[in-house]
């Protein structure tokens, strides 16, 4: 009787240490997982060259390509580069906030310029009627490359600041028959001519 119970304990105690080897043994074999990949953000579409050494030639190693190609719908090729605020406040007019713009042209293989936006609104023929009096630091920039038209260019002036409409947004746009940007009456359907001096530009409207 004595030599079965102590056959019994040795055998649960040969039984207890194989359970637990098998234990350890599944938890020690178990490969560890590997890491979710993460969701990558496709990546921006790479300005051509000849449009970021344009920008660079026109405002400088910081300006930014906004727009390029047949801007105008006339065959030509157009970019729309600026000197983008880095934090856009936030503001009741959609946009972003530039302090300086250019609209340029290449003829010839030569980036020559149509439109400058800095404290005022400005093409080759003086300055876009509507332009404010007062010099802009800052200017919320709309824009949008239409099938038809063409580009499109709504600037809103922005008081230092202020994240608040100060002005009603200058319609910009290209005009085929002057073959220049112009601004655009409130309606948005008449061009406006340009002036000479700031005085004549808020008050003339053709």
């Known amino acids: 009787m004595r030599l079965m119970m102590e056959r019994m304990c040795m055998l649960r105690s040969l039984l207890?240490?194989?359970v637990l080897a098998l234990v350890l043994g599944g938890c020690s074999s178990e490969a560890p997982?590997?890491?979710?990949?993460?969701?990558?953000?496709?990546?921006?579409?790479?300005?051509?060259?000849?449009?970021?050494?344009?920008?660079?030639?026109?405002?400088?190693?910081?300006?930014?390509?906004?727009?390029y190609g047949d801007l105008a719908k006339n065959g030509t090729k157009q970019v729309l580069v600026a000197d983008v605020v880095p934090n856009t406040p936030k503001s009741t007019v959609a946009g972003t906030v530039v302090t300086r713009a250019v609209v340029a042209q290449n003829d010839e293989g030569k980036w020559k310029e149509l439109l400058r936006v800095d404290e005022y609104l400005k093409n080759g023929s003086g300055y876009l009627a509507l332009t404010p009096l007062n010099p802009v630091t800052g200017w919320k920039l709309q824009y949008e490359n239409g099938a038809n038209q063409g580009m499109y260019l709504y600037f809103t002036p922005v008081a230092a600041g202020a994240s608040e409409r100060t002005a009603l947004p200058i319609a910009v746009r290209w005009n085929p028959e002057k073959k220049r940007y112009q601004s655009m009456d409130m309606?948005?359907?008449?061009?406006?001519?340009?002036?000479?001096?700031?005085?004549?530009?808020?008050?003339?409207?053709?």
């Open 16 to 18: 207890l240490v194989s």
């Open 33 to 67: 997982r590997p890491p979710e990949p993460s969701a990558k953000t496709p990546a921006e579409p790479a300005i051509p060259e000849e449009y970021q050494e344009a920008a660079t030639a026109l405002l400088g190693s910081d300006a930014k390509v906004l727009l």
């Open 187 to 206: 309606s948005y359907q008449k061009f406006l001519g340009e002036a000479a001096t700031l005085e004549n530009a808020r008050s003339r409207l053709r």
